[in-house]
């Protein structure tokens, strides 16, 4: 659904008029590949909340949301705007070299150590299908590690990442953020453990260590002593919108490359009368771990939004509720299936015909890839969107995300952020009022 089509939204009630954010979370989800889609949204954010007096106070990500969130904390003693352009310039100088080696030249060594192991070879085992110490390589010249280090250490802004622990399977945030003040206790119901640590490569890589595709990451315990083994958020918390909460966020912005309020549980994946294939089952699955759990949180953050004003505006006789009003704005696509037909759009458009036959016998490892990954339903190249690391991808993602975010935030930048608060206000809410400046 464009914003033209959206249903107008209701005024915002007299209670929401009271409410100022002062520390405002950007929350950036796992993506893989389609992390471009979330710089393109981010290199317009960021000038639109800085111009509306909310400046980010926290980044939390996963996977390559991790990556984007690192890069926002880099840059955020530079201006909004060029804090945004340092993210898009990372990604408009990606390629799948920069990532994984070719699986064409690993694939005998891969093979090689599966059998190993199933021979019970001792200190042989299969870790991942890629290697991907190019992606060390690239995360090390992308991010500033020495700014991102001065700008939590000065206070311009906090970072969490998020992993998945590969010995127990909980959620661990990984919180750098200045001063000594407590973390969040551990949520069982999760479940999500708060460790304080001083964000470095390790972390933001282990966060985007794709589960069987890349290779788990061991972590430096904060005293510098070997740690654990993590591998990608995205496992158990794909959109960390809980952990931003319980850092202490009174303002929450979600950037994802999915719609966090859609129904799309209703969108076909086959042909009428056909069996779900492998690609459709798996996007299922995906669905399932990527998808639904932000859905359902945002829901129910909207849901406890609505209950709270409506008890807030009765009066103050009325008992104190232990929840507050957490103004929110999520940022994604119209539809589940955006970006996966774009991947699709794009192999399809620059695989075939004489003009593209260079390119085509130089990207082989790319070739291969979309052939298995493509797909055929409804939601085709989606698979393929969470790896393709494709030039011309990552450039229509970047402008797909402009385009998303010019449109959820059109109007006059001096109006304020046009925040949500419940799931009656429609995907794109009425507007708020600015926010006051962070202190």
Not at 24 to 37: E, L
Not at 121 to 143: F, K, N
Request: proline fraction near 8%; charge should be neutral; aromatic fraction near 6%.
């Amino acid at each position: 659904m464009r914003p033209s089509d959206a249903p107008p939204a209701s005024a915002a009630p007299e209670w929401f008029s009271d409410v100022t954010p002062r520390r405002v979370a950007v929350v950036v989800a796992g993506a893989g590949a389609r992390g471009g889609y979330e710089a393109g949204v981010l290199s317009v954010l960021l000038p639109r909340l800085a111009a509306a007096g909310a400046v980010p106070t926290l980044f939390v990500g996963t996977s390559a949301g991790a990556i984007n969130s690192a890069l926002c904390t880099a840059g955020a003693h530079l201006t909004a705007a060029d804090q945004g352009e340092a993210v898009l310039k990372v990604w408009r100088n990606l390629h799948t070299y920069d990532v994984f080696r070719s699986p064409l030249k690993t694939g005998l060594g891969t093979a090689g150590r599966w059998a190993g192991q199933l021979m019970r070879i001792p200190g042989v085992r299969l870790t991942s299908l890629l290697d991907t110490s190019p992606l060390w390589r690239m995360a090390q010249a992308a991010v500033d590690w020495p700014q991102l280090r001065a700008n939590v250490d000065e206070g311009r802004t906090a970072l969490a990442v998020v992993t998945t622990s590969g010995e127990d399977n909980r959620t661990v945030v990984f919180v750098d953020r200045i001063g000594q003040k407590q973390l969040p206790p551990s949520d069982d119901s999760r479940p999500i453990d708060y460790r304080r640590a001083k964000i470095s490569r390790a972390h933001v890589l282990a966060s985007a260590a794709i589960p069987v595709i890349f290779p788990p990451v061991q972590v430096p315990d904060e005293d510098g002593s070997v740690g654990g083994w993590y591998i990608d958020g995205g496992v158990r918390l794909n959109t960390p919108l809980k952990p931003a909460l319980a850092l202490d966020a009174d303002a929450v912005v979600i950037v994802a490359t999915h719609p966090a309020l859609d129904a799309a549980t209703r969108i076909p994946h086959t042909v009428a009368g056909a069996p779900p294939d492998v690609d459709d089952t798996l996007v299922r699955v995906m669905d399932a771990a990527l998808v639904d759990r932000m859905v359902e949180d945002v829901n129910t953050l909207a849901k406890i939004n609505m209950l709270v004003g409506a008890v807030s505006g009765r009066g103050r006789d009325e008992p104190r509720l232990e929840y507050k009003v957490v103004p929110f704005l999520a940022i994604g696509p119209p539809d589940r299936g955006t970006l996966g037909l774009l991947a699709a759009e794009v192999f399809e458009r620059t695989s075939h015909g004489i003009a593209n036959l260079s390119r085509i016998t130089r990207d082989v490892d790319i070739q291969v890839l979309g052939r298995l990954l493509a797909g055929d339903g409804s939601r085709r190249g989606d698979l393929l969107s969470y790896l393709y690391f494709h030039p011309d991808f990552i450039e229509a993602s970047i402008e797909l995300g402009r385009r998303d975010a010019h449109e959820i935030l059109a109007g006059d930048p001096t109006a304020g952020i046009p925040w949500q608060f419940g799931p009656g206000s429609g995907r794109y809410g009425p507007r708020g009022t600015s926010v006051a400046q962070p202190q």
